[in-house]
Every structure is written in structure tokens, then in C-alpha cells.
């Protein structure tokens, strides 16, 4: 076997342990035992009353915390009718609504889409999108994969004091990894 052969071998062979211990790392951080969330409940931040967006409750169920990063499920209640996000992206995240209660209105690139009970949607990343409550009330299902900080991003516009401009919304967006593109998605 020649030199520089042997030596890229055992090079290769050094690394592994170390890749292992990274990967047992990862699993590590996940929570190992099953958890309940009952209705009406958060599992973390309690209700979170959003602000800027609209004036939505929202519920964390599986926090990222949770899953080291890899999932997030949210359940909002929505009490904006007329409202809702402005168009933005996500560049690395995927996301898919499912519509508990009420009725929604969804660009999603190009195209829209009415959603009612029952509907779901997926969002894919690097894809413009936005919504819009169209019932006077409603809710929905939200999960988000892998997580982010999209939750930070709640926690943050939950937490303050005053009803942020639309370049305080912009700037929290980019903070928590998503770019508003456009604006909200007006009822027709």
C-alpha cells in the first residue's frame, strides 16, 4: 500500500468516532419520552397573543425545543378576520396548514387558494406565500419542518408593548430567518 493511501485511510478511520459522538450529540437534545398537549393548551409560552401580523392566539403544541430543531406544530386561533401575513419566504423551512375551524385564503407563488375545514396546504421553502382569514373566526394547524424560529419569532411579537409598525414586522422576519417579499394578501 502506498504512503499517502494509507495515511488518507487512517485519516478516514480517525474521523469516524467523532461523527458518531455528533450524531448521538443530536439525539441527545431530543426529548426522549412522549408528551400529552390537551386542547386549549400550550405546551410552551402559554398562549401567545400575537401582534403586528394580526391579533391571533397562537399555541406552540411541539415546540423545536422538542425535536432539536427538526419539527414545530402550532395551533392558531384566528381572530383577525381580513388579516393575516404579508407574502414571505422561508429559505430553508417547508410549511403545511391544516384549517380546524373558519376559512382562509392562501397565495401560494402564483397561485391562490380558498381553504375550509378540513383542507390543508403545503408551502414549499424558497416559495413567496401569504394568507388571509376570510371567517370572522377560525383556526388552524401549523407545522413547520425543520422548526427555526419561527417560534422565536412569535415569542418576540407576543412580547411587546406596543402594536409594531410594518418595518418592525419586516425586521423581526428576518431576524427569525424568513424575508417579507410583498404584502399582506388582501380579502377579493
Do not use: C
Amino acid at each position: 500500500m502506498k504512503r499517502t493511501t494509507f495515511i488518507s485511510a487512517l485519516s478516514g478511520l480517525i474521523t469516524l468516532p467523532s461523527l458518531s459522538f455528533a450524531r448521538i450529540g443530536h439525539l441527545v437534545d431530543r426529548v426522549t419520552k412522549g408528551f400529552k398537549v390537551s386542547a386549549g393548551e400550550g405546551r410552551k409560552h402559554g398562549h401567545l397573543k400575537l401582534k403586528g401580523v394580526n391579533q391571533n392566539m397562537l399555541d406552540v403544541k411541539i415546540s423545536g425545543s422538542d425535536t432539536n430543531g427538526d419539527l414545530a406544530i402550532f395551533e392558531q386561533t384566528s381572530l383577525s378576520k381580513g388579516r393575516g401575513t404579508p407574502l414571505h419566504v422561508h429559505p430553508s423551512k417547508d410549511e403545511i396548514f391544516y384549517v380546524i375551524e373558519g376559512s382562509y385564503l392562501f397565495k401560494v407563488g402564483e397561485d391562490k387558494y380558498t381553504l375550509t375545514v378540513g383542507d390543508s396546504i403545503f408551502l414549499p421553502r424558497q416559495v413567496p406565500h401569504a394568507w388571509t382569514q376570510v371567517s370572522d373566526k377560525g383556526k388552524m394547524l401549523v407545522v413547520l419542518q425543520p422548526a427555526g424560529k419561527l417560534e422565536n419569532f412569535f415569542v418576540n411579537v407576543a412580547s411587546l408593548d406596543h402594536e409594531p409598525s410594518a418595518d418592525e414586522i419586516t425586521k423581526e422576519f428576518a431576524k427569525n430567518e424568513m424575508k417579507v417579499v410583498g404584502p399582506p394578501l388582501p380579502l377579493e
